[in-house]
């Protein structure tokens, strides 16, 4: 059997042992009536699920968004949901990632992932809900909107050499990556994703990895980082809230598939298409929030200072990354 064939059989099996225990548990509680109130949810995964396993944004990056804008789900709620459905979609893909042999970085999977699960407890305890949610929506799309510009300003300017893994490994870098885990995890804990794509932008700019290499490990770290986030607030925390339960149950069908399905995607794909599908989906998702939330100047100025700062910032690390190996 070849490797394509094995790993579709996998694909099939996962899949086959998601759906069998998902359907009992529909029947056992008599839940199939959700899709009838919530089958938007469902479509909405259907893409996200596609997108969090082909980019280094998780399905978070869709779900929160499309949520809070389209839908006028309250932060809180889409958070919790988006940690809840990455947790199956996500650890989906990262079995089929593992299973396909794609390169992960491990050592910022383990670093960083440690570094998320403080700052996911820490944001999720102590920061989420302060904020108000036209904020936190509005900071969302801007910090990856001006990552998405600056990815593209240093793409254009030079071209970068790509490794596959971080060469010259040592301490500082390790911690690098923790304290870059902390502020994913503390922004995953307010979005409910967040240090995929963090992780991701260090990866890229600072220690000059592969985007194709940094792409499944980001995903591999925010499976890691939902299960965290979701497994403390329910069973530590308050618990999540009963309207994200009902969104999950009709979404965890779709996302078992879906997920996979983007990483064995984009696995065979170009770093320039690798970079492309991310650039678009960042600008479709600030090009719909501008239309969707009720912008006044303070909201617009908050943007344009979020989206300023984070290009600065991001630059900062690919300056500073250059001048370490140089």
């Known amino acids: 059997m070849g490797t394509s064939s094995r790993i579709f059989l996998y694909h099939v099996l996962m899949i086959s042992v998601v759906w069998i225990f998902w359907a009992l548990s529909m029947t056992k509680n008599s839940s199939w009536f959700l899709f009838s109130e919530n089958w938007h949810m469902t479509v909405t995964m259907l893409l996200g699920s596609f997108i969090a396993g082909a980019t280094s944004e998780g399905g978070g990056a869709v779900a929160f968004p499309v949520m809070t804008l389209g839908f006028n789900t309250t932060p809180i709620v889409a958070r919790d949901f988006s940690l809840m459905i990455q947790s199956v979609g996500m650890s989906a893909a990262s079995i089929m990632i593992v299973l396909a042999r794609v390169p992960v970085e491990w050592r910022a999977v383990l670093f960083s992932g440690v570094g998320g699960v403080v700052g996911v407890i820490v944001s999720i305890e102590m920061i989420a809900g302060s904020l108000p949610p036209a904020i936190v929506k509005m900071f969302f799309v801007s910090f990856w909107a001006g990552f998405g510009t600056a990815l ?81 607030s329910e069973i530590f925390g308050a618990g999540v809230h009963q309207t994200a339960w009902d969104f999950w149950w009709v979404c965890v069908p779709v996302v078992v598939v879906g997920a996979p399905l983007g990483a064995m995607f984009i696995k065979e794909r170009s770093r320039r298409f690798v970079v492309k599908f991310l650039y678009f989906s960042i600008v479709a998702q600030y090009a719909w929030a501008t239309t969707v939330l009720p912008l006044d100047w303070e909201l617009i100025a908050f943007s344009v200072v979020v989206v300023i700062s984070s290009m600065t910032l991001f630059g900062l690390i690919s300056i500073h990354g250059r001048n370490s190996v140089s």
Do not use: H, Q
């Not at 804990?189 to 490990?217: H, N, Q, R």
């Open 152 to 232: 593209y300003l240093i793409n254009r300017a030079e071209e970068n050499v790509r490794t596959n893994y971080i060469t010259n490994f040592s301490m500082p870098a390790a911690f690098l990556l923790f304290v870059t885990g902390v502020a994913g995890g503390v922004v995953s804990g307010m979005t409910g994703t967040g240090l995929d794509i963090l992780t991701f932008s260090v990866l890229v700019l600072y220690f000059g990895v592969c985007e194709k290499v940094a792409t499944p490990t980001s995903v591999v770290l925010m499976a890691s980082n939902s299960l965290a986030g979701f497994g403390w």
